[in-house]
């Protein structure tokens, strides 16, 4: 997940949700195709870049709870 401004200001950026265990969550989500059937648990910044990786979260399938 990108977290600098001035990376975002570049253009055309994509946002993935990351980091290497949600990276794995990601992967077994995608590999079991049953919305939900995953979950992850951590925390995020109260800001943009924080709605963006819930978003694709989310988005992903993986139930999600950031604090």
Known sequence: MLSSPK???KGNVEY??????QNSIRVAQ???QIPGATSYMGSIGKD???EEM?????DA??????Y
């Open 30 to 32: 995608w590999m079991l």
């Open 48 to 50: 943009k870049f924080g």
């Open 54 to 58: 819930k978003k694709n979260s989310t």
């Open 7 to 9: 990376t975002s200001t």
């Open 16 to 21: 993935i949700a990351g980091g290497a265990t």
């Open 61 to 66: 399938g993986v139930n999600v709870h950031y």
